[in-house]
């Protein structure tokens, strides 16, 4: 079955350490996007990619990194800059960069001790 | 600047129809879509409004004033599964971005 894959599902980390979360997805699509997830505050972009080797930032994109340097993989990273990085984190994926639907895994919930 | 505005929970009963309201402010509009996304789950796509009126999926129709800045979700006959949060999204300046607004949690009771 396509979709996408998110791993950890859960992942704790102490104050001052980056953490990589994974996504991979085996849709073809050529864009992919993280996005963030608080109470109340709904879905905000982190960083969106439109092809490989190239990714621009989002709306929220401090203390955050990714690469893609395979079509089918967005990784993100949370430095230790990040000052609040407690929250929910999606990774979604489209056909083009102006696809109507997004597809999305099922999430990544960061804890910070 | 960009900003969605949508109540922050809807209650209703088995069976009833309710109404999800979204209005938006952007610089450029390109379409009005929404998302379905139960607790601890990944949002799911429900419909695409890029012209005005009113477009049906089953049980779920949803519609679109460009002129207002203004669309809703409508679902019909409703289900105790269909208890989760309801999100507008708009594509705008860029076209690249999705823009979620901050989402409707849908409660329905037997």
């Known amino acids: 079955d396509g979709g996408i894959t998110q791993s950890p599902k859960y992942l704790f980390r102490k104050e001052g350490q980056n953490v990589t979360l994974s996504c991979e997805q085996n849709?073809?699509?050529?864009?992919m996007y993280w996005y963030r997830q608080d109470p109340g505050q709904g879905l905000r972009l982190i960083y969106y990619?439109?092809?490989?080797?190239?990714?621009q930032k989002g709306d929220i994109a401090e203390g955050y990194s990714v690469s893609r340097e395979k079509k089918e993989s967005f990784p993100l990273t949370v430095t230790s800059a990040q000052k609040n990085p407690t929250a929910f984190y999606l990774c979604?994926?489209?056909?083009?960069?102006?696809?109507?639907?997004?597809?999305f895994g099922e999430g990544s919930r960061l804890t910070v001790l | 600047g960009q900003s969605l505005e949508q109540p922050s929970e809807v209650t209703a009963v088995e069976g009833a129809i309710v109404q999800i309201n979204c209005t938006y402010q952007?610089?450029?509009?390109?379409?009005l879509s929404w998302y379905q996304q139960h607790d601890g789950g990944a949002p799911t796509f429900l419909s695409y409004?890029?012209?005005?009126g009113l477009e049906e999926t089953g049980r779920f129709s949803s519609f679109l004033s460009r002129s207002d800045s203004y669309g809703y979700l409508l679902l019909q006959e409703l289900q105790m599964k269909d208890s989760a949060s309801y999100f507008c999204?708009?594509?705008?300046?860029?076209?690249?971005?999705?823009?979620f607004g901050t989402g409707t949690r849908l409660l329905v009771s037997p």
């Open positions: 979604a994926s489209s056909l083009g960069q102006g696809d109507r639907e997004l597809f």
């Open positions: 849709l073809n699509h050529d864009a």
């Open positions: 990619s439109q092809i490989v080797n190239d990714f």
């Open positions: 952007t610089s450029g509009f390109y379409g």
């Open positions: 409004n890029a012209l005005d």
């Open positions: 999204a708009v594509r705008s300046t860029g076209f690249q971005k999705l823009v």
